[in-house]
């Protein structure tokens, strides 16, 4: 079992910055690729970003994201993180951190372990 606990959500203004924070507990975390997603209101939960496993030498992120949020890991800590830029309105979201350890599926929502997810909300 891996426990995962978001955190760093909040209130921003359009164009702001936030850092989402998620630390796991449990088994080895650096065996694991990390994502974040999020689901804005009435909508699917959609992929956002990802790290590979114990080196996070390899990344992905969505179109929409690309240049605009960094993912990273701290393996020493059992951290992984979300910097995001410029935030939109429209990512307005509850945002989740998730685990998997097949690398196939880093952007799919068919992931092993799912936190509680962290609140984030951009004002217009």
């Known amino acids: 079992q891996v426990q995962l606990v978001e955190s760093g959500g909040g209130l921003v203004q359009a164009g702001g910055s936030l850092r989402l924070s998620c630390v796991a507990s449990?088994?080895?975390?650096?065996?694991?690729?990390m994502g974040w997603f999020r689901q804005g209101p009435g909508k699917e939960r959609e992929f956002v970003a990802a790290?590979?496993?114990?080196?996070?030498?390899?990344?992905w992120y969505r179109d929409s994201v690309k240049g605009r949020f960094t993912i990273s890991r701290d393996n020493a800590k059992n951290t992984v993180y979300l910097l995001m830029n410029s935030l939109k309105p429209e990512e307005t979201a509850v945002y989740y951190c998730?685990?998997?350890?097949?690398?196939?599926?880093?952007?799919?929502?068919?992931?092993?372990?799912w936190g509680q997810g962290t609140q984030v909300t951009v004002s217009s």
């Open positions: 998730a685990s998997v350890l097949s690398i196939l599926k880093v952007t799919t929502t068919r992931y092993d372990y």
């Open positions: 449990g088994r080895t975390f650096s065996s694991y690729a």
């Open positions: 790290i590979s496993w114990s080196g996070g030498s390899r990344t």
